[in-house]
């Protein structure tokens, strides 16, 4: 049966009895969860990961012949721990260190319109992170969000459809419908969306006014979810993305028809936005879901001359200058806006939090250990959320002391290349021309920021500023006329930049023994391979350990040093390589060390996935069908 035939017999026989969910009086998730958004191609996999987004050469360190449309600064601090690991291994350790920050579960953007091959790869990590959570048996869930943006011209109803079937069936099939997928208290797989009006032509098209005059419109797009659904031979629930996040009749409409309802991180700040969406979520009985994001900067360029964006590696980005482009920033007054928006999600008592992102680095919206976010952003997500949850235990096992600024002040943004403006301004500009101070304590304490005293911290969280000058960054806590806590933070502030790093930098009291914490993760899985191949006593584990903890920490001190220098960088970080490798010699006999060298270099050379628009060599997509489906 073709889809315009099938689709039509749906609508007329679900919207004469279309599936009411209006005032349900069950809760709809079966816990409160941090849900956050995960890009499943960016880890260190050495086999699926895209490298070129995960490594300094091709970050930061990029030559501006081979930008191409994007001017990224991030560093993922993986990249200094380990070498690439198997995908496994890669995989684990994401969700782990997710989990460790206070995360529940990823969350993956399918788009319909993307490329077939990229998606096809993407598919294929987002299934393995399924599976390993399953083989590995780690208490975590996942989830998808459908973008359903689409061009009418280039892409139909039924091919977009077809799309939609074929995506649902790879991701549940090949995942054997996981009980890692994220359910509700009917046990039906939850399923965001993203324009979801764009199903169906006339809705993508119809404006605010015609859906208050055809509401019965907003069942004939459920309808086709709820066909969809019957077609993938599943249990779906659908949370539908509104458009109108301050329309509460027509939230109240789509409530109606749909169990569950978001608003897009953008709409997040309009002013009433968030009370409207809480409002009527309460007054339907429907859950309340907070979106949450930490920063924010582009990497797309933006040419100057039209302001217009710039696709990456199209034909247009081949030998851009960065005297002729820009970047968008927006002003979130350092961590302010996060911790409001985390403590919004307290004062609603909201069902989900919504966090943007966990590594989508290229918005700078991560909290994934990264060397300019750090470690701070999952502790503040984990303090929110233990109050958010109502959890009995809330003392704290460490005090927190967090510095954030940025590298420079705003007044050089026309100065740096590439340069930065604000696409908005959600504060007074200026306002993050600051040094912000975050205190989390378990008793009242003096907080000194280079050496003036900023004021009393009560217990609990409280946040202080203190003037943007250049130099060293030190900050302290005292207590009795003592100092409890002090560090120096290892970045600058710069004067007179001439190269673009506008992304927040966040230090803690805590970096290093988290780092370590971190690294020792995945040095159980390279300790585990050197296991394998080479003879390791007790005694050179820890020699070996001890020699990759020092690489780590002196890599991550010559990104804040010379990081906006990738000359010098380069310079610096070959020198640790060989100070390692010198380590390690001492721990191998002379033919083992050779191997190991080969080894190593091999590991340091592998870039990954090179191209993700070209075919998977061996599609395990393509078995999806073969497998048994189950009515689940």
């Known amino acids: 049966m073709n889809f315009t035939l099938t689709l039509l017999l749906t609508l007329i026989l679900v919207l004469p009895h279309y599936k009411s969910y209006a005032q349900e009086e069950h809760p709809f998730f079966k816990k409160k969860m941090v849900i956050a958004l995960n890009n499943p191609i960016l880890n260190l996999s050495a086999e699926k990961a895209y490298l070129q987004q995960m490594r300094y050469e091709t970050l930061f360190g990029q030559k501006e012949s081979e930008m191409k449309g994007r001017y990224r600064t991030q560093q993922p601090l993986v990249s200094f721990m380990v070498n690439p690991m198997s995908t496994e291994d890669a995989l684990e350790f994401e969700i782990q260190t997710a989990k ?34 399953n083989n590995r048996n780690l208490d975590f869930n996942f989830s998808i969000e459908l973008m359903l943006d689409r061009n009418p011209e280039s892409m139909s109803e039924k091919r977009m459809y077809e799309i939609l079937e074929l995506r649902l069936k790879q991701v549940f099939q090949n995942t054997k419908y996981s009980d890692k997928w994220l359910r509700n208290t009917k046990n039906e797989i939850v399923i965001f969306t993203s324009e979801p009006l764009d199903v169906l032509d ?9 859906f208050e005059a055809q509401p019965e419109m907003l069942q004939e797009v459920s309808a086709v979810f709820d066909s969809l659904a019957s077609t993938v031979k599943s249990k779906l629930a659908f949370v539908f993305e509104t458009k109108y996040p301050l329309d509460e009749q027509f939230n109240a409409e789509v409530l109606k028809v749909f169990p569950a309802i978001s608003q897009n991180k953008s709409t997040t700040t309009l002013e009433g936005s968030v009370e409207a969406m809480k409002r009527v979520c309460d007054k339907n009985k429907k859950p309340f879901i907070q979106n949450v994001f930490p920063d924010h900067l582009s990497s797309q360029m933006n040419l100057k001359a ?15 200058k960065l005297d002729d482009v820009f970047v968008r920033t927006q002003n979130l007054k350092l961590t302010t806006t996060y911790r409001a928006l985390l403590n919004d999600a307290i004062e609603n008592d909201a069902a989900m939090i919504h966090l943007s992102s966990w590594n989508h680095f290229d918005e700078a919206s991560h909290i994934a250990p990264e060397a300019h976010h750090g470690f701070g952003y ?47 301004n959600y504060f007074e500009p200026g306002t993050e021309d600051s040094i ?37 960054v030190i900050v302290a806590l005292r207590r009795k006329s003592r100092d409890v806590m002090r560090y120096t933070t290892p970045k600058e502030i710069q004067e007179n930049p001439t190269k673009m790093d506008w992304m927040t930098y966040s230090f803690t009291n805590l970096d290093k023994k988290m780092g370590l914490y971190f690294q020792k993760k995945v040095l159980d899985f390279e300790m585990r391979q050197m296991y394998r191949r080479f003879l390791v006593s007790t005694d050179n584990d820890k020699l070996w350990r001890t020699a990759l903890q020092k690489r780590y920490l002196s890599k991550v001190e010559a990104f804040y040093e010379y990081g906006n220098v990738p000359q010098k960088f380069f310079s610096v970080s070959k020198k640790i390589e060989k100070r390692y490798q010198e380590e390690v010699k001492k721990i191998l006999d002379q033919f083992q060390y050779k191997v190991w060298l080969e080894m190593e270099e ?17 599609n395990v997509l393509e078995s999806y069908n073969a497998l048994g489906i189950d009515d689940i």
């Open 378 to 424: 999952g502790i503040l997500l984990r303090y929110y959320k233990k109050i958010w949850q109502k959890q009995e235990d809330l003392s704290l096992n460490r005090e927190l002391l967090m510095t954030s600024y940025k590298a420079y002040h705003s007044k050089y943004f026309s100065k740096t290349n590439p340069e930065v403006k604000y696409g908005v």
């Open 202 to 210: 006339k809705t993508k098209v119809a404006k605010q006014k015609d």
């Open 100 to 133: 460790e920050m206070g995360i529940d579960g990823f969350k993956f953007p399918i788009s319909v319109s993307s490329n077939k091959n990229y998606i096809d790869r993407y598919i294929s990590n987002v299934i393995q992170y399924v599976n390993t959570a």
């Open 306 to 320: 039209s302001e217009k964006k710039i696709d990456e590696k199209s034909e247009e980005s081949k030998g851009l």
């Open 436 to 472: 912000e101070v975050v205190t989390l304590l378990s008793e009242p304490a003096e907080v000194y920021c280079n050496g003036k005293l900023l004021g009393i911290a009560p217990e609990g969280i409280n946040a202080f500023y203190a003037p943007h000058q250049k130099g060293e």
């Open 602 to 618: 091999n590991a340091m050379k592998n870039q990954g996935v090179t191209n993700m628009n070209l075919p998977m060599e061996k």
